[in-house]
């Protein structure tokens, strides 16, 4: 790892997501439009700083995509994954109704809690089970904002908890492969972009209640 790049992407990180969290309570039409291109971005910054001499590390970044897509296209035509639900356009291009940038949040939420999870336990089961809850929890976070952002809408307006538990087996199941396979799971950019994604979204929720007081 190059500690002058990864500080320069550190502060980039910043930089975008300061942006954002701004443009949320000025104009968040304005902001709307470039959360396919974030989520690239806060892809790329991970992934280029995981063990990227390692053909495992992309082999199941590759795996998490493609799954990750092919699942969310499952869930969205039959109902029976996560629940009843269909994607807005505001996250970009989409195959089957999906984004393919949902594709890159299961990537960069997964190896960012992979990483996180690994630093304080080291059981695979034990790291494994910490890191599909933190997966949960931002979920948690954002599904209430979801709608408001134009990313996806519920049936009836209702988040049924199917769609906690499917996410919670889902990420369980990345995590428990991820494990197994042989790559270096902690990442310099994972604390940094798991926290800016909860503070984005808090941001947002805070947004909303002082348009609301």
């Known amino acids: 790892m190059n500690p002058e790049l990864a ?9 975008i997501y300061t942006v954002g969290i701004i443009g949320t309570f000025t104009s968040p039409a304005l902001i709307a439009p470039y959360t396919p291109v974030n989520l690239l971005l806060t892809a790329l910054s991970l992934l280029m700083f995981g ?3 390692n053909k495992r ?6 795996f998490v995509f493609i799954l990750g897509v092919f699942i969310e296209i499952a869930g969205v035509s039959t109902g029976m994954i996560f629940g009843t639900y269909h994607y807005g356009q505001v996250l970009g291009p989409q ?16 190896f960012a809690t992979l990483s996180i999870a690994n630093h304080f336990n080291k059981n695979a089961l ?6 599909a809850g933190l997966m949960v929890g931002l979920d948690l976070l954002i599904e209430p ?6 990313y996806w809408y519920w049936a009836n307006g209702v988040i ?17 492969i991820g494990r197994r396979l042989h790559f270096a799971k902690e990442n310099p950019m994972a604390v940094l972009i798991f926290g800016l994604q909860i503070l984005f979204f808090n941001s947002i929720h805070l947004s909303k209640y002082i348009k609301h007081a």
């Open 126 to 131: 034990i790291s494994s089970l910490l890191g």
């Open 51 to 53: 063990d990227i001499q």
């Open 57 to 62: 590390f992309w082999l199941f970044a590759l």
């Open 145 to 150: 904002l979801a709608s408001d952002l134009d």
């Open 95 to 110: 195959v089957f109704q999906v984004p393919l940038s949902i594709g890159l949040n299961w990537v960069f939420l997964t």
């Open 7 to 15: 500080k320069y992407v550190k502060i980039f990180l910043l930089i």
């Open 160 to 176: 049924p908890l199917q769609n906690f538990i499917a996410w919670y087996i889902i990420a369980l199941f990345f995590h428990l």
